[in-house]
Nanobody, 118 residues
Framework: QVQLVESGGGLVQAGGSLRLSCAAS????????MGWFRQAPGKEREFVAG????????AYSDDVKGRFAISRDNAKNTVYLQMDSLKPDDTAVYYC???????????WGQGTQVTVSS
């Protein structure tokens, strides 16, 4: 099964940018659809962005569309989330998820904190 490790979180001012990375290991990376979710304090975990195995098909939540961009590099077994024009409401723990095409199981990373100050 795949293991995921996120990095790139931190503290940024409103209007700033961050790029999150999620490195995968343990299985063939292109066997998985990849995505990012986030969870703010007191709220449920919510979908942010997703990308198919080739990187050619992406999806975004309405909250982040036009500000965030998801991409993947299958040669590096890594998925990225470029976050621009950040807002305080984007503050959350961001989780990387891999969904297997074969059995549709989800595998989660440990999360990385993103804090946007006003």
């Amino acid at each position: 099964q795949v293991q995921l490790v996120e990095s790139g979180g931190g503290l940024v001012q409103a209007g700033g940018s961050l790029r999150l990375s999620c490195a995968a290991s343990g299985d063939t990376f292109s066997n998985y659809k990849m995505g990012w979710f986030r969870q703010a304090p007191g709220k449920e975990r919510e979908f942010v962005a997703g990308v198919n195995w080739s990187g050619g098909d992406t999806a975004y939540s309405d909250d982040v569309k036009g500000r965030f961009a998801i991409s993947r590099d299958n040669a590096k077994n890594t998925v990225y989330l470029q976050m621009d024009s950040l807002k305080p409401d984007d503050t959350a723990v961001y989780y990387c998820v891999a969904r297997s095409y074969s059995d549709e199981r989800n595998y989660w990373g440990q999360g990385t904190q993103v804090t946007v100050s006003s």
